[in-house]
């Protein structure tokens, strides 16, 4: 007979800093394992708008081990690739412009998940925020509270938030994001890892009413995910909203490698992308023609970081390795880490323990996530073809491109929380 006592909460609680895939994957993978906690956003309310999110297997896997029920809500809303012998596949590679690769428009590789493994599932991040939001307890959640400082007290945390108002817990994780405050208190400010880093890339980002987008490039270009390559630059399309809505993201390189503006999300009119293509084909300026005003993001990562943690306050998702977008997978590390942290929170007996949880944590997935960061960045530079060693040799794209996505789907987290449990109960970490 089992027991219908419900299991105990820990005696400490755990004050998340930020509200968006990573916070939030953290909250549902501590409120699964009766982990106290709150949370807090700075944002009056939780952000309802953005563009596509793609994820991958290992994306999935995460979801699961976070919380099964995370994962059948998010099955309800994914997309797809729309045809039936694309479903393994992750991206279809095509040439954006006359160039070594390939005449313009001409299909030169394809990356594909492996048989019987969905390729990449799409949703809108608005979609999928509610679907995480969905799983806090909302007297969990205080908005309006951006943490400006963390300070170490005698049996836990202190947070100071820019109204004024304060909070203590037993332990801080930071999930702020790119424009981290608490990367600066773990790091130091001294530290110019401590700051985000122009990756010299931007983007003009937007969704296009599928009817509309196949009208111009007919449904396989459509309704699956696509790449055109060229150089400085490539574009990708894939659907969401179940078909009804390709998200669409141009990348192109600044020419000085600067972005002197304050903001790093501007609207542009449509001709300012169809002028950074003006020399690419027909299929790249189809696309351009379809946008009426996009938005432009410039591109941020983080230098790798000494150490994720400091004392009882850890950092987590884009505030530990914020990276460029070109692998696919920023978001997905996230839930990954998410998975990580709670287990191993939920490991210990009391809040003595944090420390060490934090210790674990940091040695498993720094090396992991960092490998990410600094991936994804040359992983750009191969789509833009600014690769020298790679340039524009088609068959040395191929070799690239084979393996290139392997270590980060085929990863088992499982293996990695049995290392850092490990650690907890007196094993030596890894060197990173």
């Known amino acids: ?124 991040r608005a979609i999928f925020l509610h679907q995480l939001i969905s799983l806090v307890p909302q007297e969990m959640v205080r908005f309006g509270k951006r943490a400006v400082t963390v300070e170490e007290t005698s049996n836990g945390v202190q947070i100071k938030f820019e109204d004024g108002s304060e909070a203590s817990a037993s332990a801080a994780v930071g999930c702020d994001g790119v424009k981290s405050n608490i990367r600066k208190m773990v790091l130091g400010k001294e530290d110019p890892a401590a700051y985000p880093f122009f990756t010299g890339k931007y983007a003009y980002r937007g969704l296009i009413p599928m009817n509309k987008a196949v009208d111009l490039l007919g449904d396989e270009l459509a309704r699956n995910s696509i790449i055109w390559t060229g150089r400085q630059g490539h574009v990708i399309t894939y659907p969401i909203e179940k078909g009804e809505i390709m998200n669409m993201a141009a990348y192109k390189t600044k020419r000085d490698g600067k972005w002197d503006n304050e903001h790093w999300v501007l609207t542009q009119d449509r001709k300012d992308m169809e002028d950074d293509y003006a020399d690419w084909g027909d299929s790249v300026k189809k696309i351009a023609s379809l946008m009426e005003k996009p938005d432009v993001w410039a591109i941020f990562d983080y230098p790798p970081a000494k150490s994720y943690y400091k004392g009882r306050t850890c950092l987590s998702g884009d505030a530990a390795h914020a990276s460029t977008p070109h692998l696919g997978a920023g978001a997905g590390m996230a839930i990954e880490d998410a998975y990580i942290m709670a287990s191993l929170l939920a490991e210990i007996e009391d809040e003595k323990g944090i420390e060490g949880a934090f210790r674990a944590f940091d040695a498993v997935r720094r090396p992991r996530t960092q490998k990410l960061v600094s991936m994804s960045r040359e992983y750009g530079r191969v789509l833009d073809c600014e690769r020298k060693r790679i340039g524009e040799d088609r068959e040395k794209w191929r070799k690239d491109l084979a393996d290139r996505h392997k270590w980060i789907w085929e990863k088992k987290l499982e293996e990695d929380l049995e290392e850092a449990v490990a650690m907890l109960e007196g094993g030596k970490a890894r060197v990173s």
């Not at 919380?67 to 690739?81: A, E």
């Not at 279809?92 to 590789?109: I, N, Q, T, V």
């Open 1 to 124: 007979m089992t027991s219908s006592t419900p299991p105990k909460e820990k005696p400490f609680e755990i004050a998340i800093l930020g509200g968006g895939i990573g916070g939030l994957s953290l909250a549902v993978g501590l409120h699964k394992r009766h982990i106290p906690f709150h949370l807090y956003e700075s944002a009056h309310a939780f952000a309802q708008v953005g563009a596509g999110v793609a994820f991958g297997p290992n994306s999935l896997r995460a979801m699961e081990l976070v919380d099964p029920v995370l994962l059948k809500g998010y099955m309800k809303h994914v997309t797809y690739n729309a045809f039936p012998n694309k479903k393994s596949t992750w991206l279809d590679y095509y040439a954006g412009m006359d160039s070594g690769l390939g005449k313009e428009g001409e299909h030169f590789f394809e990356v594909t998940t492996g048989e019987g493994v969905l390729g990449m599932c799409c949703i809108h």
